[in-house]
């Protein structure tokens, strides 16, 4: 159980270009998820808090006219990168938390997004 | 304020060694929640343990193991026998009652060679 996929796994966009990742909590209900993003050989940077059914949380520094969040059910959350530029490169990760354990947060295995 | 260090940047040991793995947290909170992440090379993170403050009993599954002593505010893992399979970058995190944001050490490569 507890399981989280994210697709897709690897991108390669252009410039200026919008890319969509999507994370889904295959066998549990997640009324909470979390967008992280690491850059390579460090720790995990939260970027944003997204709670089914309401807008997003982001943390600090994060812009969220960049980084569109949409929680639109129980087991699925989107982040779209719009306007990528090649800074926004980077391994996103989402977790989901389910609702109905003990707030422990499932990791999926993560979208490496490379924009040239 | 919250924090979680992990002073180890890397370690190699050779298989069957023992290892621990240093896990230091700040947090002004009697309610929290420890956790341990491993992150192998193909970047999935996979949830080992989650321990909360009020549980302070060691605990022990397979070859790990976690000692949680509140007054060092210490939460380390030691893998016993270790194998070339638990080579992964490891991460200790640390969330409070009140906050779904977990808080992640700068993590630990281990590095187990045969």
């Known amino acids: 159980g507890a399981v989280v996929s994210q697709h897709p796994s690897w991108v390669i966009c252009k410039s200026g270009t919008s890319v969509k990742i999507e994370c889904r909590s295959l066998d ?3 009324t909470t998820m979390f967008w992280y993003r690491q850059f390579p050989k460090q720790s995990l940077m939260l970027m944003a808090t997204s709670n089914e059914g309401s807008k997003a949380t ?6 969220k006219d960049k980084f569109l969040i949409n929680h639109a059910s129980l087991t699925l959350s989107t982040l779209t990168v719009t306007s990528a530029h090649p800074e926004d490169s980077s391994f996103y990760i989402c977790s989901a938390r389910n609702s109905g354990g003990a ?6 295995p993560g979208t490496r997004l490379t924009v040239l | 304020a919250q924090k979680v260090t992990q002073a180890q940047t890397e370690i190699s040991v050779v298989e069957k060694e023992d290892v621990t793995l240093d896990c230091v947290y700040e947090t002004r909170d009697t309610t929290y929640y420890l956790f341990w992440y491993k992150q192998p090379p193909s970047g999935e993170l996979v949830f080992l343990i989650r321990r909360n403050s009020f549980d302070e009993q060691n605990e022990i599954s397979g070859r790990y193991s976690w000692n949680f002593q509140k007054s060092t505010s210490s939460f380390n893992f030691t893998i016993t026998a270790s194998q070339v399979v638990d080579s992964a970058v490891y991460f200790c995190a640390l969330s409070e009652e009140n906050t779904d944001k977990l808080i992640f ?3 630990t490569r281990l590095q187990v060679f045969p």
């Open chain 1, 103 to 108: 707030d422990t947060q499932y990791f999926g």
């Open chain 2, 105 to 107: 050490g700068t993590g």
């Open chain 1, 58 to 63: 982001y943390e600090q520094g994060v812009e």
């Open chain 1, 28 to 30: 549990f209900q997640a």
